[in-house]
């Protein structure tokens, strides 16, 4: 980040689809904000996910594109649930620089169930499971993987829980999905969906003051918790009391861009904003990658996959269809 970024009010607005990288100087802290639109309407589009899925859906693209536009290599960051619950399975696949894809698995009947008694939920949904963070550098790279349990509230509160238990950066995170809705010229009923999201991170040039208070073990008598309070920096603590301040309608509203909420929250402490970072919808699987794929399978494995004398792949992610011949494979 250069010295000579623009102070806010300096330049216009990134619009959707574009993650602000930002710094507070005064509160030693950086983040990157956003608003999605485009970008997730096409990809819940293409699935037609129910309202609950396509929600816990969002809010996974939000903040795998706040983590993943971090990226200083080239590479990729998948976040990934896998739970008990109606929605056994979400993903979210961010490729440097710019390419995000997603999508969710779900039991229909369970669903069902669930709205039926109201039960709407994140953890009602997702269930006990796993929230997993991978970060795939290359074939010549080991994958780093961090893992945290599905025991928040929301998607927010567990993500706040990995970072605390994974990371040594003091860090914040706030998130939110909607589906707005309009009336199109002929009186019909559309709908839009939006979400948004803000990650901060305490970055003071003094590494004594990152002081975040331990986990205890499980195995810790009640009576002595206080051992592991800890008094946390003030800079720090008035950067997550103003994260605190933003509520979920701001994230979402098209009339409150990143930079404006970002000057609400910070302009008493000298934010600056950094060039924007584009984000889009973009697959990448191709025929010749799939191919690779059952080019692997053994013969009995090809021959099960064979259906009216073809072999169909369909990827989960885009829905898109492709068709081998047996022979193209090995069969």
């Not at 993650?19 to 005064?26: C, D, H, L, N, R």
């Not at 293409?46 to 290599?73: C, I, M, N, Q, W």
């Not at 969710?104 to 929230?131: C, N, S, T, W």
């Not at 990995?162 to 003091?170: A, D, G, L, N, T």
Request: charge should be negative; aromatic fraction near 6%.
């Amino acid at each position: 980040m250069s010295d000579q970024s623009p102070q806010l009010g300096e330049i216009g607005h990134a619009g959707d689809d574009m993650v602000v990288p930002f710094q507070a100087e005064g509160l030693d802290v950086r983040g990157r904000a956003v608003q999605i639109g485009p970008l997730l309407n096409t990809i819940l589009d293409r699935h037609d996910y129910p309202e609950p899925v396509a929600r816990l859906l969002a809010e996974t693209v939000t903040l795998t594109v706040l983590l993943g536009t971090s990226l200083k290599f080239e590479g990729k960051l998948i976040v990934q649930t896998q739970g008990d619950g109606p929605v056994d399975m979400l993903v979210a696949d961010f490729t440097t620089p710019d390419s995000m894809r997603a999508y969710a698995r779900f039991d229909e009947q369970l669903l069902a169930e669930a709205v039926a008694r109201g039960a709407l939920e994140p953890q009602d949904l997702l269930g006990k499971g796993i929230l997993a963070f991978t970060i795939d550098q290359g074939k010549s790279m080991q994958r780093y993987q961090g893992i945290v349990e599905l025991n928040g509230a929301s998607l927010e509160e567990i993500a706040k829980a990995y970072f605390r238990q994974s990371e040594q950066i003091p860090t914040e995170v706030r998130l939110a999905a909607a589906q707005l809705y309009a009336m199109d010229e002929d009186g019909g009923r559309t709908h839009q969906w939006r979400a948004g999201g803000v990650v901060v991170q305490f970055l003071p040039e003094s590494p004594e003051r990152i002081r975040t208070q331990d986990l205890p073990g499980g195995d810790v008598p009640d009576e002595i918790d206080d051992v592991f309070e800890m008094e946390e920096d003030e800079d720090w603590q008035e950067a997550r009391a103003l994260m605190e301040t933003i509520a979920d309608d701001e994230l979402v509203d098209p009339q409150v861009s990143s930079e404006r909420l970002l000057y609400r929250l910070f302009h008493e402490r000298g934010v600056r904003v950094f060039d924007p970072i584009p984000v889009r919808d973009n697959c990448s699987c191709s025929r010749e990658r799939i191919k690779s794929v059952l080019e692997g399978f053994e013969a009995e494995e090809v021959a099960e996959s064979i259906e009216d004398g073809k072999i169909t792949v369909k990827c989960e992610f885009c829905s898109k269809s492709y068709e081998f011949d047996p022979d193209e494979v090995g069969g």
